[in-house]
């Protein structure tokens, strides 16, 4: 039987930037949460709703409509968002408020990046 021959590791550092590190478990959990989040439809487009609203924020109350569901469903929704670190909710008087958390989407375009 022939043998294979042993392939030694590259010394040529310019070839092969050496690794910053891998992520470790808690920091891929906090990034797939965003991921997760970002992987509905219907909360990409409440997102792209709060953001574009007058003042940045928008109520709970004016969300229902333009996704055609259920205001639990939308809340629903909007706590994962809250969750995931990427809309800030205010409760005044009986109805929630949300607005971007600042720095949300500029952090996020970065996650990819940052692996």
Not at 89 to 112: C, Q
Request: one cysteine or more; proline letters at 7%; hydrophobic letters at 35%.
């Amino acid at each position: 039987m022939t043998s294979l021959p042993l392939l030694e590791p590259a010394t040529d550092k310019d070839c092969c930037p050496p690794s910053t590190g891998s992520l470790d478990a808690y920091e891929a959990q906090l990034r797939a949460s965003v991921f997760k989040a970002l992987a509905d439809p219907n909360r990409l487009r409440l997102l792209s709703i709060v953001k574009s609203a007058d003042g940045g924020e928008a109520c709970v109350c004016d969300l229902t409509e333009p996704l055609d569901l259920g205001q639990p469903t939308v809340s629903h929704h909007l706590k994962i968002l809250v969750d995931a670190g990427l809309l800030h909710r205010e409760k005044r008087g009986t109805w929630a408020y949300y607005s971007l958390v600042p720095g949300a989407i500029e952090r996020t375009s970065g996650l990819l990046e940052t692996l």
